[in-house]
C-alpha cells in the first residue's frame, strides 16, 4: 500500500517495526520524544539530560529511545516535506497501526507547530536544482592539438537566492557525443 507520508512509496519495513514500538508505548512517552524531534526539526537543540530523564520514567530501554526518536522525526520531517493535512496524518498513521488517539496527538502537535517547522525546513530541505543559465566556449589549449569545450552550468533553486556554477571541459568528441545525448533526451521528454 502506498503513503503520502513516504512519498507515495510503500512503507519501509525499518518503520514498521518502529511503529510496533511506538503503538506499545503510552501516548504521554511518545509526546516526550514528539516535542523532542519537533524542537531539533525547528533548530533548537533538545537538552537531552532532561529528554532521558522524562524517558527513564516511563520505562523506555536505550535502544527503545532511539527508535521513538528515530520514528518521530521520520515522522515530523516527511509530513512537513509532503504538506500533508492533519487528517491525512491521522488516517495513514492509524492504517500503519497506531492508536487513534496517539495519531491524533502527533497529528496536533504538527499542526500546531507547523509554520515553525515549514520556516525552518525551507532553509534545511534540499530543492531540486534548476539549471539556471548555461555558456559555452571554445579554446585551444597550447599543448593539445584538438580544441577544447568549456560548458559552465548555473544551478540554483527559485526558492533560495543561492547559485552554484560548474564548469566541465571536453574535447569536441566528448562534447559532440553530449549532444547526441542530450537531443535523445529532448526527444524522449516532447514524445512524452
Not at 556554477?165 to 542530450?182: A, D, K, P
Request: aromatic share 6%.
Amino acid at each position: 500500500m502506498k503513503f503520502r507520508l513516504f512519498g507515495g512509496l510503500d512503507c519501509p519495513d525499518w518503520f514498521l517495526s518502529i511503529l510496533a514500538t511506538m503503538s506499545s508505548a503510552s501516548v504521554e512517552s511518545v509526546a516526550i520524544f514528539l516535542d523532542t524531534s519537533v524542537e531539533k526539526l525547528c533548530g533548537t537543540e533538545p537538552d537531552w539530560d532532561t529528554v532521558m530523564e522524562k524517558a527513564s520514567t516511563y520505562d523506555i530501554n536505550h535502544h527503545g529511545i532511539k527508535e521513538l526518536l528515530g520514528g518521530m522525526h521520520t515522522i515530523v520531517s516527511n509530513v512537513i516535506r509532503y504538506a500533508m493535512t492533519p487528517s491525512q496524518v491521522t488516517q495513514e498513521l492509524t492504517m500503519l497501526g497506531l492508536p487513534k488517539e496517539m495519531a491524533d496527538a502527533i497529528s496536533q502537535k504538527i499542526s500546531s507547530e507547523e509554520s515553525r517547522l515549514k520556516t525552518y525546513a525551507n532553509e534545511r530541505i534540499p530543492r531540486k536544482a534548476t539549471v539556471l543559465s548555461t555558456e559555452t566556449s571554445v579554446r585551444q589549449p597550447e599543448d593539445a592539438t584538438f580544441p577544447v569545450v568549456r560548458l559552465s552550468l548555473t544551478t540554483g533553486s527559485t526558492q533560495k537566492p543561492i547559485s552554484s556554477t560548474r564548469q566541465v571541459e571536453m574535447t569536441t568528441s566528448q562534447f559532440r557525443h553530449l549532444n547526441v545525448e542530450l537531443r535523445n533526451a529532448y526527444a524522449e521528454m516532447i514524445r512524452k
